[in-house]
């Protein structure tokens, strides 16, 4: 099914539209993408990674245009209460409700496993297509911040501002008792959703990594839906990182036997870990804990399995140096090559891209944590931050 691009321009009304790739990119939903028998495996992430990065982009364009309107139309809010309008205006929630207006369901493109869900069920999905829309039209017209400002203020700022002023959103008659906690919390939110652009900033240039964090995100769709996105997210991103990246990189026949021999000492290691967390790292004697040694998490069997095989193969000889060096000579380039088959994603990074992806991944677990320890967040700015967190 093509995208009709006529009918696009007529909905968003933007005439003179010229990139139209650009409206294709952001109207094809990758569960479009992954279901087109055309296009190979490479082709299908860089699709989605296109997806992805507009959309992004798009959401920064957001939040600029939300904060500009409100600093230059009322000069009456200060910093506490531009950051409560923002949240209010700049949510998947919101921008679902702005793809509802515009119609997105009836002129994108869907997989059939979206197609014949109800629209209520889609909030993430419209929301995410119209910051892809957004970020279209920043770029159509060459970077210039002005002409998407004005699209966004004329057809969804402004209604909804004057919406929310008559709901009492800035309502001056509070208390000071109130005023002060109002300005706390909102406080600690912006603090939040800075870290977090902060975090996405990191990585946001580098199309390696975000190729990643799309197949991140592919493989959490495709998790059981009763694991938490983002705790499945961070684990991907994790297995990438902490084991992927290193096994290829230590199992290389190149590589010092060395640093090759102490990253395979992790295999006994991970039984001995299990076993603590039964006990010895349980202080609140959890059972959970106990239910952890008993069975793991079966996210990746085939993963598992191969993983459990070379542990085999090198038990007998993990401490003999000569036997170990012969047998990573003979076998390493294989295994690498198995590990990165099974995960269906390249584990070559330089070692500035393995920099970045640690300082991201670490901006986003201490973003985490920071949010879960902080009673002063609301759940909607909560849910707006946990639903990027690690790859989206």
Known sequence: MD????TVKKAINIADFNHTELLEIALTHPSYIYEDRNLNSQQKDKQEC???????????????????????????????K??????????????????????????????????????????????????????????????NFSPARDWLVNHFIKQSVDELKELGATDKESSED?????????????????????????I??????????????????????HYQPVKVRAFYLALIWLLGITFARKLDPNCSPGKARQFLSCFNRACDVVLDIAFFDNPNTDPANVIVSVFALDLEPELKQALQQIQAELRDIDKDKERFEDWRQNNGQGWIDKIRNILGHDLQLDDEQRN??????????CLLEEMNSNSNVNRTVREE???KLFGI
């Open 385 to 387: 931050i946990k639903n």
């Open 82 to 143: 531009i950051t409560e309008l923002k949240s209010k205006l700049v949510s998947r929630k919101k921008a679902f409700e702005f793809a509802n207006k515009l119609n997105l369901r009836n002129i994108c493109r869907l997989g059939g496993s979206e197609k014949d869900k109800e629209i209520s069920k889609q909030v993430d999905l419209f929301g995410e297509m119209f910051e892809a829309l957004v970020g279209a039209i920043y770029l159509n017209f060459d970077r």
């Open 50 to 80: 296109d997806y992805r990065r507009q959309a992004i982009l798009g959401d920064a364009i957001l939040n600029a245009v939300v904060v500009d309107y409100l600093h230059e139309n009322d000069s009456t809010l200060n910093q506490c």
């Open 178 to 202: 109130s005023s002060q906690t109002a300005s706390t919390v909102n406080a600690d939110e912006a603090t939040l959703l800075q870290k977090k652009a902060e975090a996405d900033a990191l």
């Open 3 to 6: 995208i009709n691009i006529e």
């Open 204 to 225: 946001a240039n580098n199309e390696k990594l975000q190729e990643l964090l799309s197949w991140v995100n592919k493989k959490s769709l495709q998790t059981e839906p």
């Open 356 to 365: 970045l992806l640690k300082q991201y991944y670490n901006a986003n677990r």
